[in-house]
């Protein structure tokens, strides 16, 4: 157990629908990354959150959001999904910024048919 | 052109071989070097990491770091079958927060 959270393990949805992955980071982390796995785009970085605030983005796409709330969870809000969209999404956490690498969940895998 | 190359493999080598994974990339501003493990359908664990050129190593793991020829290598040695997994290579820079740029990953299978 790498000590971050994520939920749920799998999802399986259609198109045009909504859903929201939960991260809680590590114990004592401030720092949560979002990215997306892909077979043909690799680990794409899409967004990272600091203590509540946006520090960093990726290419995100605009039907996808995210938001770190005060107790440092994180959600990854994606709307009118649409078939590529399916991929392993992860989180990661570190205390601050990467330098000195940080830590991934177990990912969410979804599914969009 | 990627900011980050690397060979996806798959590579496949006999137990005990020493095992080299590299990795370029095109962007001199990168100031700090990951290796990241990941086993299938798992998330991706820290392996090694290295700031600046040279070596560091870490039991039968060496990360090195050429950045005159932007070159990142991964050497395993005595390699294992519980080493089979897929490696990534990840730089990152400081002044961009925490984005670590992943290469596409090298698919190692160690057959005993």
């Given at each position: 157990d790498s000590g971050v959270t994520q939920t749920p393990k799998h999802l399986i949805t259609a198109t045009g629908q909504r859903v929201t992955l939960r991260c809680s980071p590590r114990s004592g982390d401030l720092s949560v990354y979002w990215y997306q796995q892909s077979l043909d785009q690799g680990l794409q970085f899409l967004i990272q959150y600091y203590n509540g605030e946006e520090r960093a983005k990726g290419n995100?796409?605009?039907?996808f959001s995210a938001q770190q709330f005060p107790d440092l969870h994180s959600e990854l809000n994606l709307s009118s999904l649409e078939l590529g969209d399916s991929a392993l999404y992860f989180c990661a956490s570190s205390v601050v910024d990467s330098f000195g690498g940080y830590t991934f969940g177990s990912g969410t895998r979804l599914t969009v048919v | 052109q990627k900011e980050v190359e690397q060979d996806p493999g798959p590579l496949s080598v006999p137990e005990g071989a020493i095992v080299s994974l590299n990795c370029t990339y095109?962007?001199?501003?990168?100031?700090y070097f990951m290796w990241y493990r990941q086993y299938s359908r798992k998330g991706p664990e820290l392996l090694m990491y290295t700031y600046s050129s040279g070596n560091k190593e870490d039991g039968r793991f060496t990360a090195q770091v050429d950045k005159s020829s932007k070159y990142i290598s991964l050497f395993i040695r005595d390699s294992q079958p519980s080493d089979s997994a897929t490696y990534l290579c990840a730089p990152g820079r400081?002044?961009?927060?925490g984005k670590l740029i992943f290469g596409q990953g090298t698919e190692l299978s160690v057959k005993p």
């Open positions: 995100i796409l605009e039907r | 095109s962007n001199s501003a990168f100031q400081g002044n961009q927060g």
